[in-house]
């Protein structure tokens, strides 16, 4: 192999390296989520798993804990719309949170199954009230799912497309 050949070789070697070694950097921080349901606007949203510091009115992506029909560890994403001190107030299964209407609390899942809207109540620290705008939308408005925690946010997530 002739020097020119050899320094093609080595440089193209170095990239794959360099591209190889970005890519992995890039996967232990992100993790691309496709959105299979209604609930939220968008399609692909990218989490980013390094800041997991929720803000009002900002995504974040979480795993379910015993919330079924949703089985557990499943990964959501969801529309912070309560933080630690806000006051939910529930209403005739209207749900607001410092005053402000947010939702309304079906009395049934489209299943059929009966469910429980989110008690009136302080959020407590380390605890989030998340929700999707779709009127279907598996959220902090049913006691079944209730508040996030702290430990069970993945991320916070940006809508791709």
Do not use: C
């Not at 402000?100 to 489209?110: C, V």
């Not at 998340?130 to 939308?137: I, R, T």
Request: aromatic residues 8%; glycine residues 8%.
């Amino acid at each position: 192999m002739d020097r020119r050949t050899w320094g093609l070789a080595v440089a193209i070697l170095g990239t794959t390296a360099l591209a190889v070694g970005a890519m992995f950097a890039l996967a232990e921080r992100y993790q691309l989520a496709l959105n299979v349901t209604p609930s939220l606007p968008g399609h692909v949203y990218l989490i980013d798993r390094k800041d997991k510091t929720p803000v009002k009115d900002g995504l974040i992506a979480f795993r379910v804990q015993n919330a079924a029909p949703l089985p557990d560890n499943i990964t959501v994403i969801k529309i912070v719309k309560g933080l630690p001190g806000d006051e939910i107030t529930v209403i005739d299964r209207s749900v607001y949170v410092n005053g402000r209407f947010l939702a309304w609390a079906k009395p049934q899942a489209m299943s059929g199954e009966p469910l429980v809207a989110i008690p009136s109540q302080t959020i407590g620290k380390d605890s989030f009230y998340v929700y999707a705008p779709h009127p279907d939308s598996f959220d902090s408005r049913y006691a079944k799912l209730g508040l996030i925690k702290a430990r069970q946010i993945v991320g916070t997530v940006r809508e791709l497309f």
